[in-house]
């Protein structure tokens, strides 16, 4: 790892605080304002999480490109963590919610005719065949475990530690040694985790199939390429393993798709070939309208249509009055079919390995052994190398000051890096143009730390 001289890293976020204060004055202003009657001085509290000293207001975003109230100017790799993919509010999509809002009708209970269009176009991406939505990616995995513990009657799941897939309840646990224990924050559990789930660390076959071999386990739930604690890819032939083992013991594969979709048109599911039982995914295919979906194979899904003590119509506890609302899948039809292609992907992600390629040059060149870790559209340096492997590796591998450094730095340079993360994202707006934006904001950046 390449020491970083902390006092001068000290200084610098000093610095770099005051620069973005004196530069965002109407940002400042309205962040003051907003402290009287938004909870934590902001709509949503996960936006407090921005390494600059106030979060700045958006007056509009195209594309690749985000405006604030201050006239500033933003590459956006960010692009609503991973929300906009699409590229902010791309012309198709527009057109699509603009023709649904004027023909009337945002929200029915009924169906329109877009979310076969949708559902069939999952299906060719992801494999699994019977589809239903949701407004979030986290209700998406929340009915997926409910179906996969109705189906297999186990009451089990299992997780890998450090995972994320929304405010799923079971899912917020790590490892404790070799015990599963509720993740540290977790606001107000109805029960513990641990007595729901199994937590497992990514890349261990061994692990996972201690942790099936009592057939108490319904379902493996798991991103192919752990993206929320930094991004761990799989080892070759790990998740081919998992499914095999997963099946041997009789537990169902559920593959959340709403980040690792970056890899392609159909995530890492489609590029690997894999064969999940189920699929989970959001954000990115809505084109920044809400909207999540949940796949599952079709014997799955006929299962549990007949299972006449699962209640799918009313109050079994799967439900969204919004949820399949038009206006999302409007927008998830012109999204999938216009946008997000597999042509776009093609683009993307030669826009993406060429930032790669460059990036790591550039961190060679200034002296740092750190490594970029590449999913497609999606790239991450992380200041380790080789890069982690599992997340307790890669939560070990975290450096809150020099990751707030970057961000911040970046930020006054005039690029947006997702605040969870040193995460850059392509979407098809985004050109070489850019990618030469963020290399010389990012070598801007990391000039006095290399001194
Ligand atoms: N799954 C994964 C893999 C995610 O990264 C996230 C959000 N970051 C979610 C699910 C939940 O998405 P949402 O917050 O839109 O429900």
Redesign the pocket.
């Known amino acids: 790892m390449t020491l970083v001289d902390r006092d001068r890293l000290g200084a610098l976020l000093a610095d770099e605080a005051e620069r973005f204060r004196a530069s965002h004055p109407v940002s400042a202003q309205l962040a003051s304002r907003r402290g009287e009657h938004l909870v934590g001085g902001v709509p949503m509290t996960w936006m407090r999480r921005w390494a600059t000293p106030f979060a700045i207001t958006v007056e509009r975003a195209k594309g690749s490109e985000l405006v604030d109230v201050d006239g500033h100017r933003y590459l956006d790799v960010c692009l609503g963590?991973?929300?906009a993919m699409a590229g902010h509010s791309p012309e198709p999509t527009a057109r699509a919610i603009r023709a649904r809002l004027e023909s009337g009708g945002l929200t029915t209970m009924l169906p329109t005719d877009d979310a076969e269009v949708v559902a069939d176009e999952l299906t060719r991406r992801f494999g699994v065949e019977r589809w239903q939505f949701t407004l979030?990616?986290?209700?998406?995995?929340r009915f997926m475990l409910r179906t996969a513990r109705q189906l297999t009657k186990r009451p089990l799941v299992v997780v890998m530690d450090w995972?994320?897939?929304?405010?799923?309840d079971e899912s917020f646990v790590v490892l404790d040694g070799a015990l599963t224990r509720s993740r540290p924050g977790n606001v107000g559990p109805a029960v513990d985790p641990a007595t729901t789930t199994r937590a497992v660390p990514f890349n261990d076959l061994g692990a996972l199939e201690a942790a099936l071999a009592d057939r108490q386990v319904a379902a493996v739930l798991t991103?192919p390429a752990l993206?929320?604690i930094g991004i761990v890819l799989p080892d070759e032939g790990y998740l081919e393993g998992l499914v095999e083992l997963a099946h041997h013991y009789g537990s169902l594969v559920v593959l959340?798709?709403?980040?690792?979709i970056s890899a392609g048109p159909g995530g890492l599911t489609g590029k690997l070939g894999l064969r999940p039982d189920g699929v989970?995914i959001?954000?990115a295919i809505g084109g920044g309208v809400?909207i999540?979906a949940w796949g599952l194979r079709a014997e799955l899904a006929d299962a549990i249509v007949a299972d006449r003590d699962a209640d799918l119509e009313d109050t079994g506890g799967i439900g969204g009055t919004l949820a399949g609302n038009a206006l999302s899948l409007a927008a998830a039809r012109a999204t999938l079919t216009e946008v997000l292609t597999e042509r776009a992907f093609d683009e993307m992600g030669a826009v993406s390995h060429e930032l790669v390629r460059r990036e790591r040059a550039l961190l060679a060149d200034h002296g740092f052994d750190w490594s970029v870790v590449e999913l497609g559209a999606r790239s991450e340096v992380r200041f380790v190398s080789p890069p982690p492997r599992t997340g307790a590796d890669s939560a070990r591998a975290a450096d809150v000051d020099l990751d707030r450094y970057l961000h911040l730095a970046l930020a006054n340079r005039e690029v947006l890096l997702t605040p969870?993360h040193a995460m850059t994202l392509v979407a098809p707006t985004t050109t070489l143009a850019h990618v030469e934006t963020y290399l010389d904001a990012l070598a801007d950046a990391l000039a006095p730390l290399a001194r």
């Open positions: 963590d991973t929300g979030s990616a986290t209700d998406a995995n995972c994320y897939h929304g405010t799923v991103e993206t929320n959340d798709e709403t980040h690792t989970t959001g954000k809400p999540g969870f």
